[in-house]
């Protein structure tokens, strides 16, 4: 399925006008608890809704990191409410909850059409045809065509608000994306221009955005997500995310900081110093790759403090299998405990 897409200022504008073009009579929509309403979608959809006399059902009982009992609950509740259409409004956890929604309720013929409004910039959720939720403690990973949004509507100004670290954690999700992509097993020529594209957007923008918030750079950044989100839509990610789970759900980094934590070091041993990227972004071939990277990351404050609960070996052995397979350079025990010394020397 080829996803539409609208990105700038005119986006809400297209969303009003797909709702009238689908002649939408009810909504379903999976929605943040606050961002919802402090970012400026509750005012500004609601209008929307009103004007095209539109009956709403809201969801918003879901976890930072959904559970498989959440989305059944969100398919009853669709259900009941007699909706065609789904909205998706906030970041990766919303997203995630209405994709499986909607993946659930076609399984069973029940068909709706999926429209996603990011409201961070970074996960890229509403450009992929995959999705995650918890089932007993356990990250289970979807993947189906009827996951993907029908319709991805970008709009920057959802993400003006958020906060410094909100922003650093979602947006080294999209620079960790783009660059997985760029470096995968399965990138194309098509993946590789959506990578190369991101990477250009996010990687002098990024640190300046933390340091320094602008509205153009918030612009920049949510493009540059959702071409991020492009990319690994074709390749799936490789081993900064396959390691970055065990973080999140032991550790309660949140998703895009513990990437963040591997992805110095798995920079360093994917990507040659005579990499075309390496000069792209400006960084020094006769300088240490890794470190380079982990001055990146720690300029925009996303570095390991530790885990008080596991022991570093054991978080490491809790690798997604899955997402590992796509890494360029196969990951042994070897390479796992050069990862394990990197860590241990980096912890702040």
């Keep these: 399925m080829e996803q539409k897409y609208y990105i700038g200022a005119s986006a809400i504008e297209h969303f009003s006008e797909v709702l009238a073009q689908l002649k939408v009579k009810s909504v379903f929509v999976v929605r943040g608890r606050q961002s919802y309403v402090q970012c400026g979608a509750e005012a500004q959809l609601q209008g929307i809704f009103d004007r095209l006399s539109i009956q709403c059902t809201y969801f918003s009982n879901f976890s930072p990191n959904p559970k498989k009992e959440e989305v059944d609950s969100a398919v009853a509740c669709v259900r009941e409410s007699g909706a065609h259409c789904i909205v998706a409004v906030g970041g990766g956890s919303a997203m995630d909850v209405a994709k499986l929604v909607r993946h659930q309720l076609a399984e069973d013929s029940y068909q709706a059409s999926l429209l996603a409004i990011p409201t ?10 995959f999705s995650v939720v918890y089932v007993d403690g356990v990250k289970n990973s979807f993947e189906a065509e009827d996951i993907l949004p029908d319709y991805a509507f970008v709009y ?59 509205e153009q750079l918030r612009n920049v950044v949510s493009e540059g997500a959702y071409w991020a989100g492009r990319a690994i839509n074709i390749t799936k990610t490789t081993a900064p995310h396959a390691f970055s789970y065990a973080f999140t759900s032991h550790c309660g980094y949140p998703h895009g900081h513990a990437v963040a934590l591997t992805f110095p070091f798995f920079f360093a041993l994917n990507l040659s110093a005579d990499d075309p990227v390496i000069q792209r972004v400006g960084l020094n071939p006769n300088q240490s790759l890794s470190e380079q990277l982990y001055n990146y990351v720690r300029e925009i404050g996303l570095v390991y403090t530790g885990c008080k609960d596991c022991q570093l070996s054991d978080l490491l052995a809790m690798v997604n299998l899955q997402r590992l397979k796509n890494n360029p350079v196969e990951v042994d025990q070897t390479i796992i405990a050069r990862l394990k010394e990197y860590l241990e020397t980096h912890q702040s």
């Design 120 to 129: 961070t910039a970074g996960t890229g959720a509403e450009a992929t045809h």
């Design 156 to 214: 920057a100004p959802y993400t003006y608000g958020n906060s410094t670290y909100l922003t650093a954690c979602t947006g080294m999700d999209a620079l960790a994306q783009a660059f997985e992509s760029y470096w995968n097993r399965n990138a194309n020529e098509e993946s590789r221009a959506f990578a190369l594209k991101a990477i250009d957007m996010l990687w002098t923008a990024m640190p300046q955005l933390v340091q320094s918030p602008t």
